[in-house]
């Protein structure tokens, strides 16, 4: 199945391994921030432009962020956690699928829809 354009929420249950991701890779971030990214369910929004340009936005009463990007093309990021990282997006069986590179490490960030729901998997390598 296809990412697809659109709006979608982020079905997560509270989850305390997502809290340990966040801790890995967030070490400048307080444990109330990392608090509230581990309950926080934004609704995403994809768009994409005529002239190829993806727009993802992710909306919640605590933060809105939005990126734009090409697929396949490296872009410099600044996460919401305040790193600076090379980001790059491909389509993978369906999934839409981020990398990000920033001080020798490496994480990517699975999307896919699955049963009306967005599912994000997220690793750090």
Same mark, same amino acid.
């Given at each position: ?58 909306? %919640? #009463? =605590?933060?809105?962020?939005?990126? &734009? ?6 872009? +410099?990021?600044? /996460? ?6 090379? %980001? #790059? =997006?491909?389509?993978?069986?369906? &999934? ?6 920033? +001080?020798?490490? /490496? ?19």
């Amino acid at each position: 199945m296809s990412i697809g354009y659109g709006s979608t929420k982020l079905c997560r249950q509270k989850c305390i391994f997502f809290f340990f991701f966040l801790c890995s890779i967030c070490k400048g971030m307080g444990f109330a921030t990392r608090q509230m990214g581990n309950i926080t369910k934004p609704n995403l929004v994809i768009q994409v432009g005529a002239d190829g340009l993806i727009s993802m936005k992710a909306e %919640s #009463t =605590f933060k809105t962020t939005e990126i &734009k990007f090409r697929l396949g093309e490296e872009f +410099d990021e600044t /996460t919401v956690d305040g790193r600076n990282v090379k %980001s #790059t =997006f491909t389509l993978d069986n369906g &999934k839409l699928v981020q990398k990000q590179n920033w +001080d020798g490490k /490496t994480s990517t960030l699975e999307r896919e829809i699955q049963d009306g729901k967005l599912i994000a998997v997220s690793k750090v390598l």
